[in-house]
């Protein structure tokens, strides 16, 4: 699918990823209330943390980033 290999997840493991998703892999990462992650099969995704009113925060290191409340704050 591209040139860069990262974590695609538990279900995946690690596997190739689109070369678009700029480095980012399954854990992904926060921009502002933004959430990005690079998903195996569809590519770069992302999600409007703030829409749902929760928060981009780091969650583990098996999950990654998410949308959740605020409890770093």
């Known amino acids: 699918m591209g040139d860069d290999c990262g974590w695609g997840g538990g279900d995946w493991g690690y596997v190739c990823l689109s ?4 480095g980012l892999d399954f854990r992904g990462s926060c921009d502002g209330s933004t959430l990005r992650w ?3 099969r569809d590519g770069l995704r992302q999600q409007d943390c703030a829409a749902q009113d929760k928060f ?5 290191q098996n999950v990654g980033y998410n949308c959740g409340d605020c409890v770093p704050c």
Not at 19 to 22: E, H, L, R, T
Not at 56 to 60: I, K, L, Q, R
Request: net charge negative; aromatic share 8%; with cysteine.
């Open 56 to 60: 981009c925060v780091f969650v583990d």
């Open 38 to 40: 690079c998903d195996p």
């Open 19 to 22: 070369s678009g998703c700029n």
